[in-house]
């Protein structure tokens, strides 16, 4: 096939598909009579009926049995077109990606669509993790096999005051942060949630698998709050990113006025008050008050500290 010749070729027409659909319901033994003229109406053109059916249940198209299965074994796929396997290969080049271990294969003959220097990040901290490290590599596919299952870790990590830790985990995700372009593990240890910087981690190794009564009971406490954001100097788009880790939503009130309604783990209450906070007068909590209250001891700690200055 052509490389400018793949979006004209039968395999990506209206008859390929329906008839990948009719098999998928034959291989599942679901299709009758009137499922596949039901089909064929709803998906191809209006004389396909006068051709499609015919063709299939009369053998032209030995493609099925007379008790409406199929005698194939593979379900119907639609191929990658250059176009969506160049852009996989942008995606899968992505160091990040190389974290989850993710197979390439079938993709080695073919040009990412973009490479890596071609992107530019905004507002974005340029002390990522190192994601190419092989010790982080490690430890990072340790913790998603844990995850997977549901098994305790016991890991040596620098705390953020430098000191070297060492306490066991049980753990619940992996979040990464856009802004600060980093991967972070949730996890319980006794009887509260806590987080631990991957790239803090020295060394980490697989214990026992954990109670499934436990797993299901460690549910962080959650918090809303409500805030109303004027979008200047971009702060609609920089509040999408510095939150992207969040359950939101918004909502839209004129030109330059956004609501947003914002749940988070009780546990990053410090980390969201520094994070509204950079976003000056752009963005005010609208409510709770206790997190408007936060807001307001964060400010006068800071006001505190000039004034020692």
Same mark, same amino acid.
């Given at each position: 096939?052509?490389?400018?010749?793949?979006?004209?070729?039968?395999?990506?027409?209206?008859?390929?598909?329906?008839?990948?659909?009719?098999?998928?319901?034959?291989?599942?033994?679901?299709?009758?009579?009137?499922?596949?003229?039901?089909?064929?109406?709803?998906?191809?053109?209006?004389?396909?009926?006068?051709?499609? &059916?015919?063709?299939?249940?009369?053998?032209?198209? &030995?493609?099925?049995?007379?008790?409406?299965?199929?005698?194939?074994?593979?379900? &119907?796929?639609?191929?990658?077109?250059?176009?969506?396997?160049?852009?996989?290969?942008?995606?899968?080049?992505?160091?990040?990606?190389?974290?989850?271990?993710?197979?390439?294969?079938?993709?080695?003959?073919?040009?990412?669509?973009?490479?890596?220097?071609?992107?530019?990040?905004?507002?974005?901290?340029?002390?990522?993790?190192?994601?190419?490290? &092989?010790?982080?590599?490690?430890?990072?596919?340790?913790?998603?096999?844990?995850?997977?299952?549901?098994?305790?870790?016991?890991?040596?990590?620098?705390?953020?005051?430098?000191?070297?830790?060492?306490?066991?985990?049980?753990?619940?995700?992996?979040?990464?942060?856009?802004?600060?372009?980093?991967?972070?593990?949730?996890?319980?240890?006794?009887?509260?949630?806590?987080?631990?910087?991957?790239?803090?981690?020295?060394?980490?190794?697989?214990?026992?698998?954990?109670?499934?009564?436990?797993?299901?009971?460690?549910?962080?406490?959650?918090?809303?709050?409500?805030?109303?954001?004027?979008?200047?100097?971009?702060?609609?788009?920089?509040?999408?990113?510095?939150?992207?880790?969040?359950?939101?939503?918004?909502?839209?009130?004129?030109?330059?006025?956004?609501?947003?309604?914002?749940?988070?783990?009780?546990?990053?209450?410090?980390?969201?008050?520094?994070?509204?906070?950079?976003?000056?007068?752009?963005?005010?909590?609208?409510?709770?008050?206790?997190?408007?209250?936060?807001?307001?001891?964060?400010?006068?700690?800071?006001?505190?500290?000039?004034?020692?200055?």
């Amino acid at each position: 096939m052509a490389k400018n010749d793949s979006f004209f070729n039968e395999i990506y027409g209206t008859y390929f598909n329906v008839v990948s659909s009719i098999l998928r319901q034959a291989q599942e033994k679901q299709l009758t009579k009137d499922s596949l003229e039901l089909l064929v109406r709803e998906q191809a053109f209006a004389d396909s009926c006068l051709t499609i &059916p015919k063709a299939l249940q009369d053998g032209s198209w &030995p493609l099925l049995q007379k008790d409406m299965t199929t005698p194939l074994q593979h379900t &119907p796929t639609m191929p990658l077109t250059i176009l969506q396997r160049r852009w996989l290969k942008t995606l899968l080049s992505d160091n990040r990606m190389q974290l989850f271990d993710v197979d390439c294969t079938g993709l080695e003959d073919v040009e990412p669509l973009f490479s890596q220097e071609q992107f530019v990040y905004f507002d974005r901290y340029n002390d990522g993790d190192p994601y190419d490290d &092989p010790q982080y590599k490690q430890h990072f596919r340790l913790l998603l096999q844990a995850i997977a299952e549901k098994r305790r870790v016991e890991i040596s990590f620098l705390n953020n005051k430098n000191d070297n830790m060492r306490k066991k985990y049980l753990p619940t995700q992996i979040e990464y942060s856009a802004k600060d372009d980093k991967f972070r593990l949730k996890a319980v240890c006794g009887s509260s949630l806590h987080y631990v910087n991957v790239a803090r981690i020295k060394d980490c190794c697989l214990l026992e698998t954990a109670n499934v009564e436990i797993c299901e009971q460690k549910v962080p406490e959650r918090c809303k709050l409500t805030a109303l954001l004027t979008d200047e100097r971009n702060a609609l788009e920089r509040a999408m990113l510095h939150f992207s880790h969040l359950e939101k939503t918004t909502e839209r009130l004129d030109e330059k006025q956004y609501k947003l309604h914002l749940t988070y783990d009780k546990s990053d209450a410090i980390e969201m008050v520094i994070r509204i906070l950079s976003f000056g007068p752009l963005l005010q909590v609208q409510e709770p008050a206790s997190f408007i209250e936060l807001l307001r001891k964060r400010l006068q700690k800071q006001l505190a500290l000039q004034a020692d200055k």
